[in-house]
């Protein structure tokens, strides 16, 4: 497949991931602006800004810390982080860029997946903060998760398994390992600074990976933060957690066809071997998880880079000819 | 719906009425349909025909437009209707002029004959820009210069004419076949009982015509689109396109041409290209030999291409063809190459580089289309009778300054057809292109992408210029 189809087809992939993740952390932030109480709004907010590394727009994080603040200023934060064109991790961003990505590897897609991904950013292409916030901000949220859990399924059922099937799961599942290590790391940095973190602060957690029962079930009605960062880490049997994303990776990549570098492909396999053992092995020592899953974002980049300089922009002097 | 103040005038052609006020007879199943159909059930069609457009995602790009950088392209749903026999006399027609047009390029490019023979003067083709010093010599794979035409055909009450032969990278095919699909899904019942002509395998005829063309020797040739990018307006129809024939869909820096071959960058190495359908104009297709500017080129890839090691599809230099001036001689072409009468008409042109020419054209230029030889798409062209006379003026002072620049055409009467046009049917003007390929053999499939002046009272039918599409039938008999 041409390399810049299948790099469009990668990216295609990390954009819907990113906007998906942060679409359902932004749905169970809205939720709690109903009921919870301030200082759990503001946990909320803190993890959402620090897993994307972001400033909150100037003062209104501070500001939230008084109950009267806390709903007009989620106000704020909420449309940067949505609707904000020029913020590049804004659900906006990430759908109008999936969706320019797509539009470049259109051929390599079947029509109903374009037709579904361009609905999509029509539907969004067309509302502001004040449409979703009027009746039911989690709605909005809530849909926008379904819409691209269709897109999977429609790519599940109609695409071609051809190379760009493999590149799209790729960029999916690195950017799955990358917004998990990174949402982790956010979890454990807002709780050591937050005061009286309630246990909602954790359920929500396990509610974002559709885990909550799962847990019930593995451990007991007593939310534990480590017994809670376990699950997410370990259970292969969790679709989203780290050890899952990671053998999706590891098997997305040895099915993908012979590239242009036997060497560099061995490079990717062996990284990923890393990234399986701070998950499966390091993990279970219980050393410092912050770390560790900062070490493992840091490997995530490596291996896009590889990923990059082996299919995509590889030095043609030397490439051979098929 | 009530036709009764449908307005006909005697000097245009109805497509759809002739002149005594009745349906012609290839009409009647659409004009039935027309009145049976309510208003409200026509302006559904209308927006589920419209709607099928955006969530498909169908767009262009205007020039020198800041805002909204996609637009898509208006779309009348009412079809425009030909009958059998209209189409095979079109078709005749067109095969004829794109065999001569050919044999003049084999011709220009070689040994000249037909200036030799005194038939086109030597300077309209010297003195054309797009005539390419560097393709002197070349012969084309099969004496294939135009593998893929766009011809513009317009219709006054005298018939058919043939406004402009478009040789380099015709666009619009992909409209043609979104138009049927969309209309054929609205209007399901007319269309099964109008008995209308298949275009859907377009594709599958490009193809075949691509592969003929593949440089000797070479069993399952690749092929590759070759796009300026997402930010060229045609760029729907070339990822279309590159889709249907299942080719790869390339920009210039995803290929590189090594000791004369071409190959295009894949995910596992280096892959041979045999044949690429370019829809890049010739100045930016190699940088060596063309435009040394040029940021989209394949530097290399003339070379690649003049040793027979790929197949490009057009081949450079078609431009002094398609040249508003050379298209004046393209009726003495079919007669010069093929001793043959030309089937279908030129528009009657006054090349302004002749004194005779340029003296007819000062002095009736309220009643003239002036069109600059270089320009296209509607672009730097003078409408006499809808200009005022400042502007007349002013446009006559370019034309005596460059005479050679400039070519005159009477103002067709171009043909009206019925389209919605907010809520009510009311006549516009119409062309069409249909789209000759040039393999082999020639093939044509019966369809065309009619475009339509939805401003009243406009002939100007160019997308860029407020222009919209609408699906051609062309019916079994």
């Known amino acids: 497949m041409l390399s810049r189809s299948a790099e469009g087809l990668y990216w295609l992939g990390r954009y819907l991931e990113r906007a998906q993740h942060l679409s359902r952390l932004l749905r169970i932030q809205t939720e709690a602006l109903v009921d919870r109480p301030v200082t759990e709004i503001h946990f909320g907010w803190l993890r959402l800004y620090g897993c994307l590394n972001r400033q909150p727009p100037v003062g209104s994080l501070e500001l939230l810390a008084q109950d009267d603040y806390s709903l007009a200023d989620s106000y704020t934060l909420a449309d940067d982080l949505t609707f904000e064109p020029t913020n590049p991790d804004s659900v906006w961003s990430g759908v109008a860029a999936a969706r320019e990505n797509a539009r470049h590897v259109r051929h390599c897609l079947s029509a109903e997946m374009w037709t579904c991904l361009n609905r999509s ?73 937050t005061q009286d973190v ?4 954790w359920t929500s957690l396990l509610r974002l990976y559709h885990a909550l029962e799962a847990y019930d079930r593995t451990f007991s009605l007593q939310v534990e933060p480590r017994q809670v960062l376990d699950l997410l880490a370990t259970d292969a049997r969790l679709p989203d957690s780290l050890s899952r994303s990671l053998d999706m990776l590891s098997a997305e990549l040895a099915a993908t066809a012979p590239s242009p570098s036997q060497q560099a492909a061995g490079a990717a396999q062996r990284l990923i071997g890393r990234m399986s053992a701070l998950v499966n092995f390091a993990w279970l020592d219980r050393d410092d998880p912050r770390s560790l899953l900062q070490r493992l974002n840091a490997h995530g980049r490596e291996l896009h880079d590889l990923v990059t300089e082996t299919y995509f922009q590889y030095p043609v002097h030397d490439a051979p000819v098929r | 719906m009530d036709l009764d103040n449908y307005e006909l005038d005697a000097d245009v ?25 309510s208003a409200a059930d026509l302006a559904d069609i209308q927006d589920q025909v419209t709607g099928s457009f955006s ?68 300077d309209v083709v010297r003195g054309c820009p797009q005539y390419r010093i560097e393709m002197r010599g070349f012969q084309a794979p099969h004496g294939v210069w135009v593998a893929i035409c766009g011809t513009d055909l317009v219709r006054t009450n005298e018939g058919f004419k043939v406004l402009e032969d478009n040789l380099r990278v015709p666009s619009g095919v992909a409209y043609m076949l979104a138009n049927r699909k969309a209309v054929k899904a609205s209007f399901r019942r007319l269309y099964r009982s109008s008995r209308v002509q298949d275009i859907e395998h377009y594709g599958r005829v490009l193809l075949t015509t691509l592969q003929e063309l593949a440089p000797e020797g070479t069993s399952d040739p690749a092929i590759a689109v070759l796009t300026p990018g997402v930010y060229n307006s045609a760029f729907y129809e070339h990822m279309f396109l590159a889709r249907e024939i299942g080719a790869e869909l390339v920009e210039g820096r995803d290929l590189l041409v090594d000791d004369g071959v071409v190959y295009m960058r894949t995910t596992a190495g280096l892959r041979r290209v045999d044949v690429v359908y370019r829809r890049v104009d010739d100045d930016f297709l190699d940088p060596v030999v063309f435009r040394e500017d040029s940021l989209l080129g394949i530097p290399g890839i003339m070379h690649a291409y003049k040793q027979g090691n790929v197949t ?36 009657e042109t006054y090349l ?18 002036v069109k600059r030889v270089g320009e296209s798409g509607g672009y730097g062209m003078l409408i006499g009778p809808h200009a005022s006379p400042a502007e007349r003026a002013a446009y006559a002072e370019q034309v005596r300054a460059n005479p050679a620049d400039f070519i005159s055409q009477p103002v067709l009467a171009l043909s009206r057809a019925p389209c919605l046009i907010d809520g009510r049917i009311e006549p516009r003007h119409v062309d069409l292109r249909p789209f000759v390929l040039s393999g082999l053999e020639t093939r044509i499939v019966p369809g065309a992408f009619c475009r339509v002046a939805l401003r009243r009272g406009s002939l100007v039918v160019n997308s860029s210029q407020g222009g919209g599409g609408k699906d051609l039938w062309v019916l079994e008999n």
């Open chain 1, 121 to 193: 950013y029509l539907r969004i292409q067309g509302l502001t903060i004040q449409d979703i916030w009027a009746s039911s901000p989690e709605r909005f949220y809530a849909e926008t998760v379904a819409e691209i859990d269709t897109f999977a399924g429609v790519t599940a059922a109609t695409m071609y398994r051809d190379e760009g099937w493999r590149f799209l799961n790729l960029g999916r599942s690195i950017e799955r390992v990358q917004l998990s290590s990174a949402l982790l790391d956010a979890q454990i940095a807002a709780a050591n600074v």
């Open chain 1, 198 to 201: 309630s246990e909602a602060a």
């Open chain 2, 13 to 37: 052609y109805d497509e759809m009425f002739q002149a005594n006020g009745s349906p012609r007879a290839h009409y009647q199943g659409v004009h039935r349909a027309l009145t049976d159909t």
């Open chain 2, 55 to 122: 969530s498909e995602g169908i767009s262009f790009k205007v020039y020198g437009d800041e805002e909204g950088d996609e637009r898509i392209i208006p779309v009348d749903c009412l079809p425009r209707v030909l009958s059998g026999g209209e189409w095979r006399e079109l078709e005749a027609g067109l095969t004829q002029r794109l065999m001569a047009l050919n044999l003049f390029l084999a011709d220009v490019y070689g040994a000249a004959r037909i200036v030799e023979d005194g038939v086109i003067p030597v």
């Open chain 2, 312 to 347: 490009l599809a057009n081949a450079p230099g078609t431009g002094v063809a398609d040249d508003k001036s050379v298209y004046a001689y393209v009726p003495d072409m079919i007669r010069y190459y093929l001793a043959e009468k030309p089937i279908i008409a030129n528009v």
């Open chain 2, 352 to 369: 302004c580089r002749n004194p005779d020419g340029l003296e007819y054209t000062l002095d009736n230029l309220q009643n003239l289309v």
